[in-house]
């Protein structure tokens, strides 16, 4: 494994980097903290980039914590775009998964310049009202203290149907080791709610590729590709009875994503 680099972009978002070669800005999906990931998480997401390390140099990007109440999609994007201007100083290779592919796109739409290709993985232009629900409930219990039914709650919707009776116990018993202090969460969750980027797609200029799952608790089929279609150099694969982690955390979509931006 190369070597990882622990740090923080000019405009406030913590980031590992490893590998060497074109700059990869990675955006991570919904974290209970906005910090670099530690333990096991650190683990799996260097394991999930080592094979993206090879031909790029991969920033592995957060968002900024001690976001203030109110704070939209676009000044989360805006976080991005002043760390590819000002700390990598040319357009990028971005990929975004679930809410992070939610504020890669927003970028994209609001500095296309900044963007040489784009891939996302488990994410829309919106939420589906099923997905709207559940992040909704999410951010009602987690305001309310109940950290283990939020988690359970966001773990089933994650998984397929069939394997919910399993993941939402699973998630009940990891709730207890989350942080107290949610906030910035429950501020990301609110932009994402607010976000429907699809009246804008045609302004996205980088070849695209999204990726999805018919499984997912958060989006639709209909959702990926509508995304893609409105996107110009947009494309769409979308795996039958695949959910949302199963797309997100998945080799097979890896292996797609890695080739689409090599092809860059």
């Not at 500095?111 to 009602?140: H, I």
């Not at 009940?172 to 942080?179: D, E, S």
């Amino acid at each position: 494994m190369p070597d990882v680099i622990e740090g923080t972009f000019s405009s406030g978002v913590p980031y590992l980097r490893t590998g060497q070669g074109p700059a990869l800005l990675v955006a991570a999906g919904l974290t209970t903290k906005h910090a670099n990931p530690t333990g096991a998480a650190r683990r799996f997401s260097l394991a999930w980039a080592a094979p993206y390390a090879e031909h790029f140099t991969v920033y592995l990007a957060n968002r900024r914590p001690g976001l203030t109440e109110g704070t939209s999609m676009h000044e989360l994007a805006d976080d991005y775009a002043t760390a590819i201007e000002v700390d990598l100083g040319e357009p990028v290779l971005l990929h975004g998964t679930s809410t992070g592919g939610s504020v890669a796109l927003q970028l994209a739409v609001d500095r296309p310049g900044l963007v040489r290709r784009l891939v996302l993985v488990a994410a829309a232009c919106r939420l589906s009202p099923g997905g709207r629900q559940v992040m909704a409930e999410v951010a009602r219990l987690t305001a309310a203290g109940d950290t283990r039914a939020a988690t359970a709650a966001m773990m089933a919707a994650g998984t397929p149907p069939r394997l919910r009776p399993l993941t939402r116990p699973a998630g009940w018993v990891m709730g207890q080791f989350t942080p107290s202090d949610q906030s910035d969460m429950l501020v990301t969750i609110a932009a994402e709610d607010e976000l429907d980027a699809e009246p804008h797609l045609d302004r996205v200029t980088a070849p695209t590729l999204v990726l999805g799952g018919t499984a997912d608790g958060f989006y639709s089929r209909d959702l990926f590709e509508r995304t893609a279609a409105g996107i110009p150099q947009g494309k769409a694969v979308v795996w039958e009875g695949r959910s949302h982690v199963g797309v997100a955390g998945g080799k097979v979509a890896a292996a797609v994503g890695l080739g689409y931006l090599l092809a860059d």
